[in-house]
């Protein structure tokens, strides 16, 4: 067998011919945002066929540093670098004599907490993971910079993956970020990927949501219907327009592709209401400024979209209300115990939950954007008003008690908000409502306020163990005594009395 020729593979599943080194990179760019750990890229080509060039590219591209250092590993055999996202290992089997040796290089070792790209992957035959993805570059032209690039791989799940990188730089060829660099953001606690695109003086946010429809699990997608998540990036458009029609400063959509799951936006930047881990009062006067302002108006229950359909916001009903809250029995309660919840206690919960958010028939309603607290309140410098607050992650509004939103800024589960912060923002608020109308009810928005601080705050209790447990996020479990005390601090309330004995009883 020829040292470039492929192993056990059939044929490729994409071939595609490149003009010249930048576009060149361009690819390597794409395929980094398509890397997850424990990937092997496994590179095959002639001498001088470009692998090693695309390589540094690859990794310069992951490292978001285009100078970085990237030496070759021919006489080292690897050489590894430490990334936040992950780890990447860059292998040169060029010079190893027999294909055991890569034991030696700790391969598997590496994939743990990495990505591998691996150069003259034939030395190593048929150690290699089945799973790998293989590129082989030719040189159609000597006298050219051309190149042809074909993608193989057993494992299906790479075609899906590299068409899906391939269609958004597609996508951004159709905006004013044609060219652009894209570099890893962030992927939330949802199905979610962010970027960030850079056309130099000029960047923007590219959010990629994929709508799974029938393909997701069963019993993810009940829990989803019932509290009302969103499943795809329409009402992203819908909510994001209809804010800033309004006047708030929700980022502006820059290019979009439903179909796609694609959205690209304004990038209001990585400064929040909190510095240094602990809330900064001023900024957080301008969010209840934020909040006053949405509810001091209506809201539509529907939003036309730029195709002409129509988005309707779901209602934050009962029975959403309290899956949410049960989500501290299925997963705090055992995570606390070692101990399941039997039926007469989820019972009980379920009976005084029911009760606590009937009493709140008249509380008001209006848009609820659910998770309106620090990491997604954005601060502006040098803006004045609600200008100084730009909003993002908003795609799971309901129509709802507007108290919901005031208690999950005043109750932040990512910082810790003293009473007298807590009570100084209540106060800030109530004013300005009052002020707006002379109807505000402010017990009753106080009542509404408790309610949905426990609510919100035993929801999260429950999310944040399943997001150590279930998603491999063990750190989100340092938040939990910080929002153990925001319940403690909501069940004072005396309307709220017999919730407070269940969990006086229950609660570890």
């Not at 946010?205 to 009940?222: C, E, K, Q, T, Y």
């Not at 796609?260 to 930047?269: A, E, P, R, V």
Request: charged share 25%.
């Amino acid at each position: 067998m020829a040292d470039n020729e492929l192993r056990h593979l059939p044929t490729p599943f994409l071939t595609l011919q490149i003009s010249d080194e930048e576009s060149t990179g361009r690819l390597a760019n794409d395929l980094a945002m398509a890397l997850r750990q424990g990937d092997t890229v496994c590179l095959s080509g002639d001498l001088g066929a470009g692998k090693s060039t695309f390589t540094r590219a690859l990794i310069r591209s992951f490292a978001g540093e285009p100078d970085l250092e990237v030496p070759s590993p021919t006489f080292t055999l690897v050489q590894s670098y430490a990334f936040d996202r992950f780890d990447l290992s860059h292998f040169d089997l060029y010079r190893l004599e027999e294909p055991e040796e890569l034991e030696e290089l700790g391969l598997d070792d590496l994939l743990e907490t990495g990505a591998a790209l691996i150069e003259w992957p034939e030395k190593a035959e048929d150690l290699l993971p089945a799973h790998a993805l293989w590129i082989q570059i030719s040189q159609p032209d000597e006298e050219s910079d051309a190149r042809v690039f074909s993608f193989f791989s057993e494992e299906p799940g790479w075609q899906t993956r590299i068409g899906e990188t391939l269609r958004i730089r597609e996508f951004l060829q159709g905006t004013e970020f044609a060219g652009s660099e894209r570099r890893f953001l962030a992927g939330d606690a949802s199905l979610r990927t962010f970027e960030t695109v850079d056309a130099g003086a000029e960047n923007a946010v590219l959010m990629r949501w994929p709508f799974l429809g029938n393909a997701i699990d069963p019993s993810v997608r009940g829990y989803m219907e019932k509290v009302h998540l969103a499943r795809d990036c329409r009402s992203v458009v819908a909510v994001g327009t209809q804010l800033r029609q309004r006047g708030l400063l929700a980022a502006e959509i820059l290019g979009s592709s439903i179909e796609d799951g694609l959205i690209l936006s304004q990038n209001l930047g990585q400064e929040t209401i909190v510095v240094n881990g602990r809330p900064v009062r001023e900024r957080y006067f301008a969010a209840v400024d934020v909040l006053a302002k949405m509810h001091g108006e209506p809201w539509p229950g529907a939003v036309e979209l730029p195709d002409g359909a129509s988005y309707r916001l779901p209602v934050y009903s009962t029975e959403a209300l309290v899956a949410e809250a049960s989500l501290f029995l299925d997963w705090y309660v055992p995570e606390s115990t070692s101990e399941p919840v039997d039926e007469t206690m989820r019972a009980e919960f379920e009976m005084l939950w029911r009760n606590a958010l009937e009493s709140l028939g008249n509380a008001q309603r209006g848009w609820v954007l659910r998770d309106f607290h620090s990491p997604n309140l954005l601060w502006q410098d040098g803006q004045t008003g609600t200008d100084r607050i730009g909003l993002i992650d908003f795609q799971d509004t309901v129509v709802g008690p507007v108290a919901y939103d005031v208690a999950s800024l005043l109750m932040d589960a990512r910082t810790d908000i003293d009473v007298e912060l807590e009570t100084d923002l209540f106060d800030a608020y109530v004013s300005a409502r009052e002020k707006q109308t002379g109807a505000f009810n402010r017990s009753g928005f106080s009542l509404a306020y408790a309610v949905m601080a426990a609510q919100r705050n035993s929801k999260i209790l429950g999310i944040f163990v399943r997001l150590a447990r279930r998603d491999g996020k063990p750190a989100y479990l340092s938040h939990l005594p910080r929002i153990l005390g925001y319940l403690d601090r909501a069940l004072e309330a005396p309307e709220l009395s017999e919730l407070k004995n269940w969990y006086r009883r229950y609660r570890p």
